[in-house]
């Protein structure tokens, strides 16, 4: 098993940027591949981003292409998620989720992920 926590949330004005962590348990961290999803009240959760299990691939949900960059440090079993240019339908709780995987095949399906945290708040207003 792996136990995962992130950070990092807040509230933040529209056009701001915020940088999530998400800190995970364990010494096999480099074996699995990771994801962010979203999910705000009364939606269901979303894709976000994914990484491959060395950081070397990388894909986005068209709504946060370009504004969002996902990446990870398995030297200190982290994953992040930097946002720019927020907008206020990036307001939502943000999860990290794990998978057992050293494929380079990205993930974009909660049901493809074992292993989630409890979730960060992102609010963006105006």
């Known amino acids: 098993q792996v136990q995962l926590v992130e950070s990092g949330g807040g509230l933040v004005q529209v056009g701001g940027s915020l940088r999530l962590s998400c800190a995970a348990s364990?010494?096999?961290?480099?074996?699995?591949?990771m994801g962010w999803f979203r999910q705000a009240p009364g939606k269901e959760r979303e894709f976000v981003a994914a990484i491959n299990w060395s950081g070397h691939f990388t894909t986005y949900a068209d709504s946060v292409k370009g504004r969002f960059t996902i990446s990870r440090d398995n030297g200190k079993n982290t994953l992040y998620l930097q946002m720019n240019s927020l907008e206020p339908e990036d307001t939502a709780g943000y999860y990290c989720?794990?998978?057992?995987?050293?494929?380079?095949?990205?993930?974009?399906?909660?049901?493809?992920?074992?292993?989630w945290g409890r979730g960060t708040q992102v609010t963006v207003s105006s």
């Open positions: 364990g010494r096999t961290f480099s074996s699995y591949a």
């Open positions: 989720a794990a998978v057992l995987s050293r494929s380079d095949w990205l993930r974009k399906n909660s049901n493809e992920y074992d292993y």
